[in-house]
């Protein structure tokens, strides 16, 4: 089961790398318009911030959440390609806004999909399953914009649409087959034994004690017959992200670290261009930090049982800050690369500790939306870091950088403020 799951996971997820930049090409390619070509990607982003918290509940609200998921998938594919279509055909106004409406369905490739891997894995394997759950982001992050280049050298821009869309077809079979939600009631982490077995950091608030046992056991689990409608259901997993201290602590601290990264997405060509005269280098520098974090994520999952997740977030923070502030003093491309390796080393443990963490702390029944909430936030963090980098890195790559290693420090901050934060959640009652 594990094994379809992984299969499907890096099919979802490197299409999904791929849709960002396939549309951008292709609308550069159809339309000749760079103006026409970024609002598309702007659209295709833009709403997954509005779509995950909605989309989460919906999922912890199906019996069979991978069916939802494999009917997202249609609806994300079919978005892509009626854009593909309209190009050249349609005014640009509405496909900027058929990819808005794709664009709400982007969480269900990312965290719709890991919410459903402790019934996948059971807890006895989840904190293995977890690191290589991540490992399919680092391959999708490596190898999605590298199939982008080579389809688009080898067939043209609107090629690469139709590839994007082939491997999320190829994800419905995974998608589909998913457990039901009861299928394995004994094997989920949120129940009060397997919040007790699971809990990595002894000093901080556990789900249990956040809520408390019985609503949150599959005997009290609302999924297909909800007690209340779907705007409570929205408005509780907000206040469950708010009042559980490590989770609160880690969703606020890895969107503040996602909007630094951006800042080194969007810095790297600039870097290489600085570097070496071509920016084309720099898009091997993403490829060194993907690489690197594959690797990374791999001596995890071969380690085997991590139990303190919280402490690996903030190392893995820092580790990604040191990474961006190297590079930004790197004055020969060998330097930059090493720079890439150290934050890559970091950035890869940062994604597997922050599913643990989310794994450990949400409530069984709302886990998807959690997890969806968690993408979303992340998503739209990258989005304004993307922007802010721009101007930055058009000064210079070393100035957008050092701004960005200053944001992963604020995200450390952020996820060690533990002394204030404990002492708050325990005045609340956890």
Same mark, same amino acid.
């Given at each position: 089961?594990?094994?379809?799951?992984?299969?499907?996971?890096?099919?979802?997820?490197?299409?999904?790398?791929?849709?960002?930049?396939?549309?951008?090409?292709?609308?550069?390619?159809?339309?000749?318009?760079?103006?026409?070509?970024?609002?598309?990607?702007?659209?295709?982003?833009?709403?997954?911030?509005?779509?995950?918290?909605?989309?989460?509940?919906?999922?912890?609200?199906?019996?069979?959440?991978?069916?939802?998921?494999?009917?997202?998938?249609?609806?994300?594919?079919?978005?892509?390609?009626?854009?593909?279509?309209?190009?050249?055909?349609?005014?640009?106004?509405?496909?900027?806004?058929?990819?808005?409406?794709?664009?709400?369905?982007?969480?269900?490739?990312?965290?719709?999909?890991?919410?459903?891997?402790?019934?996948?894995?059971?807890?006895?394997?989840?904190?293995?399953?977890?690191?290589?759950?991540?490992?399919?982001?680092?391959?999708?992050?490596?190898?999605?914009?590298?199939?982008?280049?080579?389809?688009?050298?080898?067939?043209?821009?609107?090629?690469?649409?139709?590839?994007?869309?082939?491997?999320?077809?190829?994800?419905?079979?995974?998608?589909?087959?998913?457990?039901?939600?009861?299928?394995?009631?004994?094997?989920?982490?949120?129940?009060?034994?397997?919040?007790?077995?699971?809990?990595?950091?002894?000093?901080?608030?556990?789900?249990?004690?956040?809520?408390?046992?019985?609503?949150?056991?599959?005997?009290?689990?609302?999924?297909?017959?909800?007690?209340?409608?779907?705007?409570?259901?929205?408005?509780?997993?907000?206040?469950?992200?708010?009042?559980?201290?490590?989770?609160?602590?880690?969703?606020?601290?890895?969107?503040?670290?996602?909007?630094?990264?951006?800042?080194?997405?969007?810095?790297?060509?600039?870097?290489?261009?600085?570097?070496?005269?071509?920016?084309?280098?720099?898009?091997?520098?993403?490829?060194?930090?993907?690489?690197?974090?594959?690797?990374?994520?791999?001596?995890?999952?071969?380690?085997?049982?991590?139990?303190?997740?919280?402490?690996?977030?903030?190392?893995?923070?820092?580790?990604?800050?040191?990474?961006?502030?190297?590079?930004?003093?790197?004055?020969?491309?060998? /330097? %930059?690369?090493? !720079? #890439?390796? =150290? $934050?890559?080393?970091?950035?890869?443990?940062?994604? +597997? &500790?922050?599913? @643990?963490? *989310?794994?450990?702390?949400?409530?069984?029944?709302?886990?998807?939306?959690?997890?969806?909430?968690?993408?979303?936030?992340?998503?739209?963090?990258?989005?304004?870091?993307?922007?802010?980098?721009?101007?930055?890195?058009?000064?210079?790559?070393?100035?957008?950088?050092?701004?960005? /290693? %200053?944001?992963? !420090? #604020?995200? =450390? $901050?952020?996820?060690?403020?533990?002394?204030?934060? +404990? &002492?708050?959640? @325990?005045? *609340?009652?956890?």
């Amino acid at each position: 089961m594990l094994a379809r799951y992984m299969a499907g996971a890096v099919a979802a997820r490197t299409g999904d790398e791929m849709s960002g930049p396939a549309l951008l090409v292709a609308g550069l390619a159809v339309t000749g318009s760079p103006l026409t070509a970024s609002w598309l990607l702007a659209g295709l982003t833009v709403s997954a911030a509005a779509g995950g918290p909605l989309l989460g509940v919906l999922l912890d609200r199906a019996r069979r959440p991978g069916r939802l998921l494999a009917c997202c998938l249609l609806g994300y594919t079919a978005g892509l390609l009626v854009v593909l279509y309209g190009l050249g055909r349609v005014p640009d106004a509405a496909l900027i806004g058929v990819a808005v409406v794709a664009g709400l369905l982007g969480p269900a490739l990312t965290g719709g999909w890991t919410a459903q891997l402790p019934r996948v894995a059971g807890p006895e394997h989840l904190s293995r399953a977890n690191a290589l759950d991540s490992m399919s982001y680092n391959v999708a992050g490596l190898v999605g914009p590298a199939v982008v280049g080579v389809v688009a050298t080898a067939s043209g821009g609107t090629a690469t649409v139709l590839v994007c869309a082939g491997l999320l077809v190829a994800a419905l079979p995974a998608a589909w087959s998913l457990p039901d939600v009861r299928a394995r009631p004994a094997a989920d982490p949120d129940s009060p034994t397997a919040t007790r077995a699971h809990s990595a950091d002894p000093g901080s608030p556990t789900a249990e004690r956040a809520h408390p046992a019985a609503p949150d056991s599959p005997a009290g689990s609302r999924v297909g017959g909800s007690r209340h409608g779907v705007w409570a259901e929205l408005v509780e997993g907000f206040a469950v992200i708010g009042r559980n201290v490590p989770l609160r602590r880690a969703t606020a601290g890895s969107a503040i670290s996602c909007s630094g990264l951006a800042m080194l997405v969007v810095s790297a060509p600039v870097l290489g261009a600085e570097l070496t005269g071509e920016s084309g280098h720099g898009a091997l520098l993403l490829a060194v930090l993907a690489a690197s974090g594959l690797v990374a994520n791999a001596v995890i999952a071969a380690w085997g049982r991590v139990r303190r997740w919280d402490r690996v977030l903030v190392w893995g923070t820092a580790l990604l800050g040191t990474g961006m502030a190297l590079a930004a003093g790197a004055g020969a491309f060998w /330097a %930059a690369a090493v !720079a #890439a390796v =150290v $934050a890559g080393a970091g950035v890869g443990p940062q994604l +597997t &500790a922050l599913f @643990s963490v *989310r794994h450990r702390e949400a409530p069984a029944r709302l886990r998807s939306q959690v997890f969806t909430t968690g993408a979303s936030l992340k998503i739209t963090s990258f989005a304004i870091g993307s922007a802010l980098a721009g101007p930055l890195a058009a000064y210079s790559a070393s100035s957008a950088l050092l701004a960005g /290693a %200053a944001l992963q !420090a #604020a995200a =450390v $901050a952020v996820l060690t403020a533990e002394g204030r934060d +404990t &002492a708050e959640g @325990s005045a *609340r009652g956890g």
